[in-house]
């Protein structure tokens, strides 16, 4: 079950586990100012988090972020279903009208068949190569 969360600390310790304990990502590369305002979708099996995705909103275009699946559950569409739980959220949203993403390097193709299309020149965040990636709602 994926959701729309107000209590966002259970993102948060997906996000740690995934992020900055796996991946090696400094915490505050990835703790910051903008959980407060951003809309947490929060993933769930059989009542555990197991996936999690951010959402802020930039004019016309929502940018999704933060996009996480705990390795247990990588390979099931997890994942896929955060990124099309997100665009619905988008959708809903009036006057947004594109989604943007920062994807790593190694997830271009993934975000690639849901429809994403890379744009600009890749990018270090965090010490990751990343590309941005846009697809219109």
């Known amino acids: 079950m994926i959701s729309v969360v107000k209590d966002y600390a259970p993102c948060i310790a997906l996000r740690r586990q995934v992020f900055i304990d796996e991946q ?68 809903e949203q009036p006057g947004v009208t594109h989604a943007k ?6 997830a271009i193709g993934f975000y690639a068949r849901l429809g994403f299309v890379a744009t600009g020149p890749f990018y270090d965040d965090a010490g990751i190569p990343h590309q941005d990636m846009i697809r219109e709602l």
């Open 24 to 91: 090696g990502i400094a915490e505050a590369d990835e703790i910051d100012d903008l959980d407060p305002v951003g809309v947490h979708l929060l993933a769930t099996v059989e009542r555990q988090p197991v996936g999690t995705a951010r959402i802020l909103m930039d004019g016309t275009t929502g940018k999704i972020g933060r996009i996480c699946v705990v390795p247990e559950q990588r390979g099931t569409g997890l994942g896929a279903a955060l990124v099309n739980a997100s665009m619905d959220y988008l959708r």
């Open 101 to 106: 993403l920062g994807a790593q390097g190694h």
